[in-house]
């Protein structure tokens, strides 16, 4: 038996009677953004194909057998695994038998085994100035200091979270220490360009910029969002039409204010929208 | 696009193979699911709905026309996005975006955004069945009827479920001061 689910009155249009305000706007909220939109036929078309190619067995997983003795067999598989193994095993069987002959070459110089260093004479051929004397040392030598360390030591902000560096940005934030709030969200953006915490922190460092009354800079973050996308875009287009407003482009203010209109018809910006579309020149 | 029929002929005869023309009618439902699970500007819902048409596309052997098609791909849209948003990583995204709340200076007093960010807190904390019911309900639009069948549970205790995971709703909405005339409303 096929039965359809889910076929309930929508709740776009109507807010549903047993529902609370909170829970009828939360659900129209929801529902707004399920809808369709420009480019969904292209979107769904390269989605389904990639699914497609994904779902496909693997090519070249499994090597065409041969017909050649050698390979036929496959004896030499299970080696595979081994060889690994096997170089490290004949390194170290040549490491050592270096060593050993090495030990020997010493031992036979030096006349007395304990002795803390010998002289070993200088091959033929070679000139060596006098009082130059050429010793290997038997002593242990002195534990070798790790490079890495000092490596990371160079280069300390790697090793920083984008979230940890996001939180240390506002407190400077909410210091009052601006300029350093700013220079921690641009290193946030520079390390961790990718990051969910960086694509937030454009919105905030705009509206630092337009504190400082540096709204090209503010416009430039908010563009920056915009471009990414993100849950709070409808706050970067208002923030956007905001900026414009003050650089004194009514005619892309305009654009943004529609924008954000035709996008988000409900949004908690419409109403300030629609003001200053209606206050804005050649405007309808 | 295949009309709108197609996908009702399918549920209708002998359940067939999932074909291409058929996927991407089903494609439709899917996004729109992820969307109002994840938010119609979230940065992942491309990626989700490809996860989503993968899985159907694995469990279509499973899929018995006992509904139609597109309720079936509607279900596992709807918990491939309530698995995301339960993972570590979403919920430290929303808690980054959060930490903006403190000062408000980039926030409305009011907005569907905020409200998405309630939603989707409240999914990560809640007991997966009680994320699963709350969804069906606003997002799916099933009944209360439907949601305990589809969830082989009573239907006394889908109500409980409801009735809790809107607990956990209507807190995450208190939680933020702006929504406060919300809750004062009828």
Known sequence: ?284 | MLPTSHVAETAAGAVGALTAPLLRELGASVLRVVRQVLGAADPEVEDLTQESLKALVLAWPAFRGECSPAHFARRIAAQRCIDHIRSKRVRQTALGQLALDETGEAMPPRSSTRLREAWRRALADLPPEQALSVTQRYVLGYTLEEIAAESSAPLNTVKSRLRLAKQVLRARVAEDPRLADLLEAP
């Not at chain 1, 090519?59 to 490290?88: D, H, K, M, N, Q």
């Not at chain 1, 130059?132 to 280069?155: H, K, Q, V």
């Open chain 1, 1 to 284: 038996m096929s039965r359809e689910l889910g076929r309930v009155a929508p709740i776009s249009g109507e807010v549903r009677a047993a529902g609370t305000a909170w829970e009828a706007e939360m659900q129209r909220a929801l529902l707004d953004d399920g809808q369709a939109r420009p480019g969904d036929a292209a979107l769904l078309d390269r989605l389904c194909q990639n699914v497609g190619l994904d779902l496909r067995p693997a090519p070249f997983s499994e090597p065409a057998p041969s017909t050649a003795g050698f390979s036929s067999s496959r004896w030499w598989r299970p080696l595979i695994g081994f060889a690994p193994a096997a170089a490290v095993l004949l390194l170290t069987v040549g490491a050592f038998a270096l060593g050993a002959a090495a030990s020997e070459l010493i031992h036979r110089s030096a006349p007395a085994p304990r002795a803390p260093s010998v002289t070993l004479s200088p091959p033929r051929g070679l000139a060596i100035s006098k009082g130059a004397r050429p010793s290997i040392s038997s002593e242990p030598l002195p534990p070798t200091t790790p490079l890495a360390p000092s490596l990371r030591s160079l280069r300390p902000a790697v090793q920083d979270d984008p979230e940890q560096l996001f939180a240390s940005a506002k407190r400077a934030q909410r210091a009052g220490d601006t300029a350093l709030a700013i220079s921690r969200f641009q290193r946030l953006q520079g390390l961790f360009p990718q990051s969910a915490a960086a694509q937030v922190s454009r919105l905030v460092l705009g509206s630092l910029w337009m504190q400082r009354g540096d709204p090209t800079r503010a416009l430039e973050q908010y563009q920056r969002y915009l471009a990414a996308g993100g849950v709070l875009s409808e706050e970067a287009l208002s923030d956007e039409a905001h900026a414009f407003r003050a650089l004194g482009r009514a005619s892309d203010e305009a654009r943004a204010w529609r924008t954000l209109l035709s996008r988000y018809p409900r949004s908690f910006y419409a109403e300030r929208a629609r003001q200053r579309l209606s206050a804005l020149p050649g405007s309808p």
